[in-house]
């Protein structure tokens, strides 16, 4: 009943060119990942370089791990073995951020300066507001000056950029690139583009692990390709780095209500709520997850209490109109939903439940506008294509409810629904064998279509008798 958010407030992207492991190995490698900065935040830097060097070793051309051991062979004073893994991930990829303020350090500490000096201006000219590089960078240049003695100059070094090495995980900082890459991501997002926007997200965390603006935007990715369960890892993981992002914990409870988790969905709408009682995903999540839990007076007056207060909202509109929907209380429903529409006339999921919420309540031809406006914008979404035709056929168009079917599963052949639709107009032509071969079809995917499938059948068999 509604999308994840993916907005602004996500911010902390950068985009390096990282080849991409199999899916299996790029699990395990982030499982190895994750397992070494436990143990790090525990002190345990032993521990923690093993599990970093694991990592290295399944994927050597993943940045983050090799930023990881460094920062661990740092703390056990292995500054060799530091820097080399440094130098490795910068030649992976140069415009890694942390690596260069992390090799700046290292050089720092080994009294190579000018070679300090170049990584840590290197930072700063990727990221600007690196406060870490930038103290490094002015501690470095004291030597250079000589405005302090032999014996101070490295512990001043040291002082100032202590803060470089006190985690596995660099501070969240943004920079030019990953403000324009977070960007990037998202417009491809909403374009509908969730391939090229996986991989953007994916390539900031590389350059960024730390950002929970990135782990939250890939999550959203994730689920909306199906993946439930890596979203909520990957919500789970922004939500540890960033505790006060309403964003984040909106994305993470509505993750959980799609995977079934209501109460601890609820759970995290009310932590947002904690946080900013005005938070409206929040407000209207909650509203939606008591409609799931079959608690429908509790979430209509939720929701028309959020609609009462937020009379501008777009988003709270559909909320209340989508609940309604599902309700079957069709013509509050379109009402709602004209409104949301009219208030956000670029959001997509209004649209479409409109069409929907058209075709419930019986007004045909407004539907079949509505989704034709919507297929024309998005041609390879499968299920506008199964609304679109189904609001055909009860416009008595069948053959082009027809094309809409085949063009759906076109696009995706295991969708029983579009098997199924398409078996309808089938029967509804008299082509009963196609009309079983579909219906079959659909059973195959979805056993709940397989008495459609034998009355077919059985009705083949008597006109065959």
Not at 80 to 100: F, V
Not at 178 to 191: C, D, E, H, N, V
């Amino acid at each position: 009943m509604k999308r994840a958010i993916l907005t602004v407030v996500l911010c902390a992207l950068s985009f390096p060119a990282v080849s991409a492991p199999a899916l299996a190995t790029d699990e395990a490698v982030k499982s190895m990942i994750l397992e070494g900065e436990k143990e790090a935040k525990a002190g345990r830097w032993n521990k923690a370089s093993q599990a970093f060097l694991e990592a290295c070793s399944q994927d050597p051309s993943n940045v983050v791990a090799l930023h990881d051991l460094a920062v661990a062979y740092a703390h056990t004073n292995k500054l060799d073995e530091a820097a080399d893994c440094e130098r490795k991930a910068l030649a992976i990829n140069e415009s890694y951020t942390p690596a260069h303020v992390e090799l700046g350090w290292i050089l720092g500490k080994q009294k190579k300066f000018s070679e300090a000096r170049e990584h840590l201006s290197k930072a700063l000219a990727l990221d600007p507001q690196n406060s870490a590089a930038r103290k490094n960078l002015e501690a470095v240049n004291l030597e250079r000056q000589g405005k302090v003695a032999q014996a101070d100059r490295l512990q001043q070094i040291v002082n100032a950029v202590e803060e470089a090495v006190q985690s596995p995980i660099p501070q969240s900082t943004e920079t030019a690139v990953s403000k324009a890459l977070i960007a990037r991501g998202t417009t491809m997002f909403r374009q509908g583009k969730t391939d090229v926007a996986r991989r953007l997200f994916e390539q900031a965390l590389a350059s960024c692990p730390t950002s929970a603006v990135a782990h939250s935007s890939l999550g959203v990715v994730l689920g909306t390709t199906g993946d439930i369960d890596g979203e909520i890892k990957e919500q789970k993981r922004a939500e540890e780095l960033d505790s006060k992002n309403t964003t984040v914990m909106c994305n993470l409870a509505w993750a959980q209500a799609r995977k079934g988790d209501l109460d601890a969905a609820l759970v995290n709408y009310q932590k947002a709520l904690g946080v900013d009682p005005k938070c409206l995903d929040a407000l209207v999540g909650q509203g939606i997850v008591l409609y799931r839990q079959n608690k429908l007076e509790a979430s209509v007056a939720v929701l028309k209490e959020v609609v009462r207060a937020n009379p501008d909202s777009g988003k709270a509109h559909m909320g209340l109109g989508a609940v309604l929907q599902g309700a079957g209380r069709n013509e509050e429903a379109v009402a709602e939903l004209e409104l949301a529409v009219k208030l956000s006339p670029g959001n997509t999921e209004a649209k479409t439940r409109l069409a929907s919420a058209y075709l419930n309540a019986e007004n045909y031809n407004k539907s079949v506008e509505h989704y034709k406006q919507l297929v024309e914008r998005f041609p390879n979404d499968a299920e506008l294509r199964i609304g679109l035709g189904l609001a055909l056929t009860k416009t008595d168009d069948i053959s082009g409810a027809a094309i809409q079917f085949r063009r759906a599963l076109e696009l995706d052949r295991n969708l029983a629904a579009a098997h199924a639709c398409l078996s309808m107009v089938q029967e509804m032509k008299g082509k009963l064998e196609a009309a079983r071969e579909s219906a079959e079809m659909a059973a195959r995917v979805d056993n709940t279509y397989k008495d459609v499938a034998q009355r077919l059948a059985a009705g083949r068999n008597n006109i065959d008798m």
